[in-house]
């Protein structure tokens, strides 16, 4: 069986192009888990016909709702809806445990008052050490986006294989680190040339290319901008439902 990657969300947190909320599955001999689980999230994967039941982990790479709100339905979904019994490991940035049950309490008041029927762990990934999880590698590197989410980019290694992604970040000097011979590198590029703090255009990416090199690249996140100039998209750009064979 090869690794896969689908993209069941690539947009932003506005739904640009009726995107749902990034969220990307992936599937390897023995594992399939996803980085990042946006609010729409639980929706995106049901309309692909995927059973959340059999996903084993989620991967954050920051604490915004586009990025990591449908957890608290995912868990909400696995106590009430699916009735999970398998384990599930949710492993994030600083703080990822707390952070999750906050947002739960919010969104869905007295979630978190039913004990899981099914073993739950949380686990915090450092900066640039590898952090080891089942068949899971996880190096995290520091991403220059809002400083309260504790963000991060996050590079994957499983059975063989690496998915890399920036999350949402300005250009920093990891980058290439990041994207250094990966199988898959996805890449921000919210706008096609309008600057903005905390994320990457498509002209940060023409500029740096030079530097960068990964087997395949894909950008995501995409702005109503960047979304009017896919011809001029010097990369491979995501839709929902794209799916990678590694």
């Known amino acids: ?10 947009g932003d947190a506005f739904g640009s192009g009726g995107r749902f909320n990034t969220c990307f599955l992936v599937d390897t001999p023995g594992l399939r888990f996803t980085i990042d689980f946006g609010a729409s999230s639980l929706i995106a994967l049901k309309k692909l016909g995927v059973d959340p ?13 586009d990025h990591c709100g449908g957890v608290p339905f995912l868990l909400l979904d696995a106590a009430l809806g699916a009735r999970r019994r398998t384990p599930l490991t949710i492993i ?24 899981p029927q099914f073993e739950l762990t ?3 990934s450092g900066f640039r050490q590898p952090f080891r ?14 400083d309260a989410t504790n963000p991060a980019s996050v590079r994957v290694e499983v059975n063989g294989k690496v998915v890399a992604y920036t999350g949402d970040s300005a250009w920093t000097e990891d980058v290439p680190a990041l994207a250094q011979d ?10 096609y040339d309008t600057q903005i703090r905390f994320h990457m255009n498509h002209i940060d990416i023409l500029q740096h290319r030079a530097e960068l090199s990964p087997k395949r690249m894909v950008l995501t996140h ?4 960047m979304l009017a100039n896919l011809d001029q998209a010097s990369e491979e750009c995501a839709y929902d439902g794209l799916t ?3």
């Open 1 to 10: 069986m090869t690794t896969t990657v689908t993209f069941a969300g690539c």
């Open 53 to 65: 039941n059999t996903i084993d982990a989620v991967i954050l790479t920051h604490f915004h709702g």
């Open 92 to 115: 994030g940035p600083r703080d990822t445990q707390a952070r999750i049950m906050a947002m739960g309490e919010a969104l869905l008041p007295g979630m978190h008052k039913r004990a």
């Open 122 to 124: 949380y686990l915090d």
């Open 133 to 146: 999880h089942g068949p899971l590698t996880v190096t995290s590197f520091p991403a220059a986006h809002t």
């Open 182 to 191: 990966a199988d898959l590198f996805i890449c921000e590029s919210y706008f």
């Open 222 to 225: 995409l702005s109503p901008e």
């Open 244 to 246: 990678v064979a590694l």
